[in-house]
């Protein structure tokens, strides 16, 4: 059988909302509250929508970060640049990315934001998308070796289009943009995902699981 | 009462689960709804694939042509061992397994669909497909209806009513689930703009199969003498359904979406109430439905001992509403909020709700359009406005969850349950918090009197003009629950105002309410966590939808000794 074929054989094709549940509860099991696993739920649905990578990059976040509490990769303080309380650590792009929205009608629309470092910023991207909807104004984001002009249907890839797979990134800088991006429907429902991938996120959403028993079967459900 | 609309009833009142488990069908049910669309739009239908052999077994396809989509149920009957047949999650084996396939299936889909659809769960399907599901004989009438039909007579129709339907399915899996299309990829389309229709029509056609193999095995065994089942007494078959604590969280997970649902129908309600005459066809409309539901109480049957008393509690009160309403005709002003009014002082909530029900249908024309209003974008609540201040959060836990602050959590029984997800078949379960281990990290977040007061005691310490950003920036673990309170403050139905992991909490409520807005009649406990209905009972089959008047099926006709 040849590579293609083995490759194919290797991939499983979700779709979003089974991305999104798995992503939630992988996020859950690795070290995100609930709260922040939706968040990350949602940053993955996004991505999948826009065809571009998501589950891959979660999976590298997660293996990255997990157990650790997550408040050790968040911003120490929301005013100036973000950075984390240690220089040892990255900021987790889910956390800080739930911050950035969460901050959308504090910051003004004229504001930069900058905060680095960062693990696996692409996953930072769809809530610079939905905060350049909240402020009602296009952002550019970029980090070193990627551009891309967003908003919260489109994001146009200036440049760097390999470089989402970073998995981390010094700076991410967001500044308002002179234009919005090209206007492209997000339509895409699915993602094909590796087995490699699957393992990993299933380990991490299996910490959430209880194993039956007896007593569960007759006590449980139908 | 002049000039002052009759309100909606408040949160506080709708949104308990005692009121909330006595739930009964309305109009807006989403089964009802969906026939109303097939009728009105001429929706046709067709059965190309017939290959269904003596045992019993093989393939068969139905479809549905509306104006301008066809949708295929894909059915695989199959002769499970008698020991393997279960109702239960951890069933492998069923009488028959159905995927809902977007188009006509090629022969080739057909191929792929028969080597994942009879797995459920350990299949995959693709995008093609809107849905799975699985069904089993209810193996006593199955067997004593294919018996009379071989005869060549047909069944008592008192044996048919005491059970329901020939078959009954045990799980129905749409949106995105094990590689199904999602919900957002067919949402636009009108058939799919209110909720849950993929899985009303799924359920819909596999009841046609489930007549038909009965009727196709009675011919087999008697080819010479078999009868087909006679349309009056085919119409009392619907199609069970058995339902577990797999649903019960979903009224919590979707709080934008259930405010919907209960607002349209605390909305039809009001507007029924706020009439200021009822005309002589809607009174007439009204008796019809009273004397046919109070029939139908008459023949609802439960082993279930508190479903039971229940029942009994509610035959005698619908005999007393009738007696109220033969004292005082519905002629006076405001008749119809009146009778409401009365039973809020004389009659169980069981009987409250049912007569909710009744009070909608000679509304049609009043209401229907609410049904369009039942569904939700749920993808605009995730983000939380983190502007608001402490103090701001703290007033909206004091006007909609002082329900929640009253919960005292340092009772044992009050934190006696948590929520988990078991492992074998990624089902929703209620453990026990004090037997099992590492709750923590497992519970889901259903606890939400617990986390409301856990979210609010951690206020406590913050500054009143602290921006909510900031604060969920030093406490994330307050972010799910920081989401839903700002939900609930622009829906009001989004909340059950319940502690869910009190070792009273009955879940069955939870099921019972979500099934009536499915359209489920003859709610059945088996216990205080899974459930039997039926759907679609007395509905017209597909062959009979454009002859049959609209929407008058649900309950039968009175019977002449009645």
């Given at each position: 059988m040849d590579a293609t074929a083995n490759s194919a054989k290797s991939l499983r094709n979700y779709s979003t909302k089974e991305a999104w549940t798995l992503a939630r509860n992988a996020s859950r099991g690795a070290y995100l509250t609930w709260g922040l696993a939706e968040e990350a739920a949602y940053a993955v649905g996004w991505l999948i929508e826009r065809k571009l990578p998501s589950l891959a990059i979660l999976s590298s976040l997660l293996e990255r970060n997990a157990d650790k509490q997550c408040q050790t990769l968040a911003p120490t303080n929301p005013h100036g640049i973000w950075h984390p309380a240690s220089s040892a650590e990255f900021l987790c792009p889910v956390v800080t990315g739930a911050l950035l929205t969460d901050s959308s009608q504090l910051l003004g629309a004229l504001e930069t934001v900058q905060a680095g470092?960062?693990?696996?910023?692409?996953?930072?991207l769809p809530f610079v998308a939905a905060h350049s909807t909240l402020i009602t104004t296009p952002l550019n984001v970029r980090w070193h070796g990627f551009e891309a002009v967003c908003s919260k249907a489109s994001i146009q890839i200036v440049f760097g289009a390999d470089d989402l797979l970073a998995l981390q990134a010094d700076m991410v800088t967001v500044t308002p943009s002179m234009q919005w991006p090209e206007s492209k429907m997000a339509s895409n429902d699915r993602t094909d995902l590796s087995i490699e991938i699957q393992v990993t996120l299933t380990r991490f959403a299996s910490r959430l699981l209880v194993p039956e028993s007896e007593d569960s079967r007759e006590d449980g459900a139908g | 009462m002049i000039g002052e609309r009759i309100a909606v009833r408040p949160p506080d009142v709708v949104m308990r689960l005692d009121r909330m488990g006595c739930f009964h069908q309305t109009r807006l049910s989403f089964m009802r709804g969906l026939l109303r669309r097939l009728k009105n739009e001429q929706w046709t239908f067709s059965r190309p694939v017939w290959r269904i052999d003596n045992n019993g077994v093989g393939v068969a396809v139905y479809c549905a042509h509306g104006p301008a989509q066809t949708y295929s149920l894909v059915c695989f009957a199959h002769d499970p061992n008698p020991e393997d047949r279960s109702d239960r999650s951890i069933a492998t084996e069923w009488d028959a397994t159905f995927a809902l396939f977007d188009g006509v299936p090629t022969e080739q889909d057909i191929d792929r669909l028969s080597l994942s659809v009879p797995k459920q769960e350990a299949g995959r399907v693709s995008k093609s497909e809107l849905s799975i599901s699985r069904a089993n004989r209810s193996v006593r009438l199955f067997n004593y209806v294919l018996a009379c039909l071989a005869s060549g007579s047909q069944p008592e129709a008192d044996q048919v009513s005491a059970v329901g339907y020939l078959m009954r399915t045990t799980a129905v899996y749409g949106s995105g689930k094990f590689g199904a299309a999602s919900f957002d990829t067919i949402s636009s389309r009108p058939e799919f703009s209110r909720p849950f229709q993929v899985e009303m029509l799924s359920v819909y056609l596999a009841r046609a199969f489930s007549v038909d193999l009965v009727e196709q095995l009675a011919r087999v065994r008697s080819p010479n003498s078999a009868v087909t089942l006679a349309p009056e007494l085919r119409r009392t078959l619907g199609m069970g359904n058995a339902t577990g604590l797999g649903m019960a969280p979903f009224l919590v997970t979707h709080p934008g979406l259930i405010n919907n649902w209960i607002a349209a129908r605390e909305e039809a309600l009001a507007r029924v109430r706020n009439q200021t005459r009822a005309s002589q066809d809607q009174i007439v409309h009204f008796g019809n439905v009273f004397a046919r539901t109070q029939q139908s109480v008459d023949q609802w049957r439960t082993g279930h001992e508190q479903q039971s008393r229940r029942i009994d509690v509610l035959k005698h009160d619908l005999t007393t509403l009738r007696e109220h309403l033969d004292l005082t005709p519905?002629?006076?002003?405001?008749p119809w909020d009146a009778l409401y009014r009365w039973s809020e002082r004389n009659v169980s909530l069981e009987c409250q709700e049912l007569l909710v029900s009744l009070l909608m249908e000679p509304h049609g024309e009043l209401i229907d359009e609410l049904a369009d209003r039942m569904c939700a974008d749920e993808k605009s609540d995730h983000l939380i406005n983190g502007a608001m201040t402490v103090e701001e959060l703290q007033r909206e836990l004091q006007s909609n969850y002082a329900w929640a602050l009253r919960?005292?959590?340092?009772?044992?029984s009050s934190k006696a349950r948590y929520w988990y997800v078991s492992e074998n078949k990624l089902e929703p379960r209620l453990g026990d918090r004090t037997q099992d281990a590492q709750v923590e990290q497992r519970e889901m977040p259903l606890g939400v009197a617990r986390d409301v007061i856990a979210l609010s005691a951690a206020l406590?310490?913050?500054?009143?003009?602290?921006?909510l950003a900031h604060f969920l920036l030093r406490h994330p673990e307050h972010r799910h629950t920081v989401r839903r309170v700002q939900i609930a403050a622009v829906s009001p139905y989004a909340e059950i105002r319940e502690n869910l992991l009190s070792s009273d909490f009955l879940p069955i409520d939870l099921l019972r309410c979500k099934l009536s807005f499915f359209g489920a009649a003859k709610f059945d406990p088996q216990s205080d966590r899974w459930v039997r209905i039926t759907l679609f009972q007395h509905a017209p089959f597909p062959d009979e939808l454009a002859s049959m008047p609209e929407d008058e099926w649900m309950l039968p006709p009175i019977a002449q000794n009645h």
């Amino acid at each position: 059988m040849d590579a293609t074929a083995n490759s194919a054989k290797s991939l499983r094709n979700y779709s979003t909302k089974e991305a999104w549940t798995l992503a939630r509860n992988a996020s859950r099991g690795a070290y995100l509250t609930w709260g922040l696993a939706e968040e990350a739920a949602y940053a993955v649905g996004w991505l999948i929508e826009r065809k571009l990578p998501s589950l891959a990059i979660l999976s590298s976040l997660l293996e990255r970060n997990a157990d650790k509490q997550c408040q050790t990769l968040a911003p120490t303080n929301p005013h100036g640049i973000w950075h984390p309380a240690s220089s040892a650590e990255f900021l987790c792009p889910v956390v800080t990315g739930a911050l950035l929205t969460d901050s959308s009608q504090l910051l003004g629309a004229l504001e930069t934001v900058q905060a680095g470092p960062m693990a696996c910023p692409a996953l930072f991207l769809p809530f610079v998308a939905a905060h350049s909807t909240l402020i009602t104004t296009p952002l550019n984001v970029r980090w070193h070796g990627f551009e891309a002009v967003c908003s919260k249907a489109s994001i146009q890839i200036v440049f760097g289009a390999d470089d989402l797979l970073a998995l981390q990134a010094d700076m991410v800088t967001v500044t308002p943009s002179m234009q919005w991006p090209e206007s492209k429907m997000a339509s895409n429902d699915r993602t094909d995902l590796s087995i490699e991938i699957q393992v990993t996120l299933t380990r991490f959403a299996s910490r959430l699981l209880v194993p039956e028993s007896e007593d569960s079967r007759e006590d449980g459900a139908g | 009462m002049i000039g002052e609309r009759i309100a909606v009833r408040p949160p506080d009142v709708v949104m308990r689960l005692d009121r909330m488990g006595c739930f009964h069908q309305t109009r807006l049910s989403f089964m009802r709804g969906l026939l109303r669309r097939l009728k009105n739009e001429q929706w046709t239908f067709s059965r190309p694939v017939w290959r269904i052999d003596n045992n019993g077994v093989g393939v068969a396809v139905y479809c549905a042509h509306g104006p301008a989509q066809t949708y295929s149920l894909v059915c695989f009957a199959h002769d499970p061992n008698p020991e393997d047949r279960s109702d239960r999650s951890i069933a492998t084996e069923w009488d028959a397994t159905f995927a809902l396939f977007d188009g006509v299936p090629t022969e080739q889909d057909i191929d792929r669909l028969s080597l994942s659809v009879p797995k459920q769960e350990a299949g995959r399907v693709s995008k093609s497909e809107l849905s799975i599901s699985r069904a089993n004989r209810s193996v006593r009438l199955f067997n004593y209806v294919l018996a009379c039909l071989a005869s060549g007579s047909q069944p008592e129709a008192d044996q048919v009513s005491a059970v329901g339907y020939l078959m009954r399915t045990t799980a129905v899996y749409g949106s995105g689930k094990f590689g199904a299309a999602s919900f957002d990829t067919i949402s636009s389309r009108p058939e799919f703009s209110r909720p849950f229709q993929v899985e009303m029509l799924s359920v819909y056609l596999a009841r046609a199969f489930s007549v038909d193999l009965v009727e196709q095995l009675a011919r087999v065994r008697s080819p010479n003498s078999a009868v087909t089942l006679a349309p009056e007494l085919r119409r009392t078959l619907g199609m069970g359904n058995a339902t577990g604590l797999g649903m019960a969280p979903f009224l919590v997970t979707h709080p934008g979406l259930i405010n919907n649902w209960i607002a349209a129908r605390e909305e039809a309600l009001a507007r029924v109430r706020n009439q200021t005459r009822a005309s002589q066809d809607q009174i007439v409309h009204f008796g019809n439905v009273f004397a046919r539901t109070q029939q139908s109480v008459d023949q609802w049957r439960t082993g279930h001992e508190q479903q039971s008393r229940r029942i009994d509690v509610l035959k005698h009160d619908l005999t007393t509403l009738r007696e109220h309403l033969d004292l005082t005709p519905l002629t006076a002003d405001f008749p119809w909020d009146a009778l409401y009014r009365w039973s809020e002082r004389n009659v169980s909530l069981e009987c409250q709700e049912l007569l909710v029900s009744l009070l909608m249908e000679p509304h049609g024309e009043l209401i229907d359009e609410l049904a369009d209003r039942m569904c939700a974008d749920e993808k605009s609540d995730h983000l939380i406005n983190g502007a608001m201040t402490v103090e701001e959060l703290q007033r909206e836990l004091q006007s909609n969850y002082a329900w929640a602050l009253r919960v005292d959590f340092g009772s044992p029984s009050s934190k006696a349950r948590y929520w988990y997800v078991s492992e074998n078949k990624l089902e929703p379960r209620l453990g026990d918090r004090t037997q099992d281990a590492q709750v923590e990290q497992r519970e889901m977040p259903l606890g939400v009197a617990r986390d409301v007061i856990a979210l609010s005691a951690a206020l406590m310490d913050q500054p009143l003009t602290e921006r909510l950003a900031h604060f969920l920036l030093r406490h994330p673990e307050h972010r799910h629950t920081v989401r839903r309170v700002q939900i609930a403050a622009v829906s009001p139905y989004a909340e059950i105002r319940e502690n869910l992991l009190s070792s009273d909490f009955l879940p069955i409520d939870l099921l019972r309410c979500k099934l009536s807005f499915f359209g489920a009649a003859k709610f059945d406990p088996q216990s205080d966590r899974w459930v039997r209905i039926t759907l679609f009972q007395h509905a017209p089959f597909p062959d009979e939808l454009a002859s049959m008047p609209e929407d008058e099926w649900m309950l039968p006709p009175i019977a002449q000794n009645h």
